[in-house]
T-cell receptor, first 111, second 118 residues
Framework: QKEVEQNSGPLSVPEGAIASLNCTYSDRGSQSFFWYRQYSGKSPELIMFIYSNGDKEDGRFTAQLNKASQYVSLLIRDSQPSDSATYLCAPSNQAGTALIFGKGTTLSVSS | NAGVMQNPRHLVRRRGQEARLRCSPMKGHSHVYWYRQLPEEGLKFMVYLQKENIIDESGMPKERFSAEFPKEGPSILRIQQVVRGDSAAYFC????????????????FGDGTRLSIL
């Protein structure tokens, strides 16, 4: 059974700080990696995706990927209370036909 | 609204009834995915479809569940003879194309259907 592991949290950071969310995955065949944000009772919203080792930046968000370590992370700079949500890590399966979701990390940003 | 459209938003069924969940992909998207989110659980992949074809159904329960994406109209997830354990949020996602293993296209999610079984 392919698995995706995330710390459930809650991860609490003050407003303006950097939030660091981590994820490990077991399927070495995963080649595409996605981060989604899900507010309580709502649908997942795409935040970032990354395909290659290294860093990818988009505004306040930076995704980091290390395929050798089977590790992917999401950094949120200048965290805002509106960033408070559950963040889902989702590598693709080896065939690229599905996403394998972790249970998510709950982030709480206090003002 | 050009997003992924799911209906109904909420569906209540009694045990033994049938549930039909509908999903219209984003404009320009021809690939549809269904996921289920049980209470306190993560999203679990169920099935991936293109028009008139089931590409990957490895996450579908062996019995009572079926999915289709006809040439015309929305994708349908059908659950026959529902049981209490089917109560969950069912999400549909779509992507514009497959993109291949090494550059999987991002999937965009609809608002989901919350299924409750009495």
């Amino acid at each position: 059974q392919k698995e995706v592991e995330q710390n459930s949290g809650p991860l609490s950071v003050p407003e303006g700080a950097i939030a660091s969310l981590n994820c490990t995955y077991s399927d070495r065949g995963s080649q595409s990696f996605f981060w989604y944000r899900q507010y309580s009772g709502k649908s997942p919203e795409l935040i970032m995706f990354i395909y290659s080792n290294g860093d990818k930046e988009d505004g306040r968000f930076t995704a980091q990927l290390n395929k050798a370590s089977q590790y992917v992370s999401l950094l949120i700079r200048d965290s805002q209370p509106s960033d408070s949500a559950t963040y889902l890590c989702a590598p693709s399966n080896q065939a690229g036909t599905a996403l394998i979701f972790g249970k998510g990390t709950t982030l709480s940003v206090s003002s | 609204n050009a997003g992924v459209m799911q209906n109904p938003r909420h569906l209540v069924r009694r045990r033994g009834q049938e549930a039909r969940l509908r999903c219209s992909p984003m404009k320009g998207h021809s690939h549809v995915y269904w996921y289920r989110q049980l209470p306190e659980e993560g999203l679990k992949f169920m099935v991936y479809l293109q028009k008139e074809n089931i590409i990957d159904e490895s996450g579908m329960p062996k019995e009572r569940f079926s999915a289709e994406f006809p040439k015309e109209g929305p994708s349908i997830l059908r659950i026959q003879q529902v049981v209490r354990g089917d109560s969950a949020a069912y999400f549909c996602a779509s992507s514009p194309s497959f993109g291949g293993t090494y550059s999987n296209q991002p999937q965009h999610f609809g608002d989901g259907t919350r299924l409750s079984i009495l």
